[in-house]
């Protein structure tokens, strides 16, 4: 199962919005294969990431954060290929503001639960959250 759809991408970003940056032969209709493309390489970018912090199987549906990831950094991908790419844009500060985000999610820093409804997805937070380092059996050693 993706983590987003097409679908999805289109209400984050809308419908107009996806058909200008894929229909690059002026048809007046999105390419879907274009569009299909940068979700999957969105994908594979953001979950090398959080395969860093765990290899638990994703939840089904993917958590908000991940979502909003993916968002980003199709639009990028979509995006760059595009004329007027500059470092100054708001859709290249948005995906450097999000490859910051996933560096901290695979270091541990941010948790890919922010709320109770993710927190009940099976599995549940325990399954996403880095190994505890400070456990009662790891303090044990140091105590006389």
């Known amino acids: 199962m993706p983590i ?20 690059l032969e002026n048809l007046g209709e999105v390419n879907a294969a274009r569009v299909q493309a940068a979700l999957a390489d969105a994908e594979a970018e953001v ?14 549906p993917a958590p908000e954060t991940l979502k909003r990831l993916v968002a980003i950094v199709a639009h990028y991908n979509l995006w760059r290929r595009g004329p007027g790419v500059t470092e100054s844009s708001m859709v290249y500060v948005a995906y450097k503001d999000a490859l910051v ?6 270091a541990g820093r941010i948790a890919l639960f922010q709320d109770a409804v993710d927190a009940a997805v099976p599995g549940g937070a325990a399954a996403w959250a880095p190994p505890r380092l400070l456990t009662d059996a790891a303090l044990a050693r140091m105590l006389p």
Do not use: K
């Open 101 to 106: 985000q996933l560096r901290d999610i695979a």
């Open 47 to 60: 979950m090398g990431y959080v395969r860093a912090a765990t290899t638990a199987p994703l939840p089904d």
């Open 4 to 23: 987003l759809t097409r679908a999805e991408l289109e209400t984050r970003l809308g419908a107009e919005a996806v058909e200008q940056l894929t229909d």
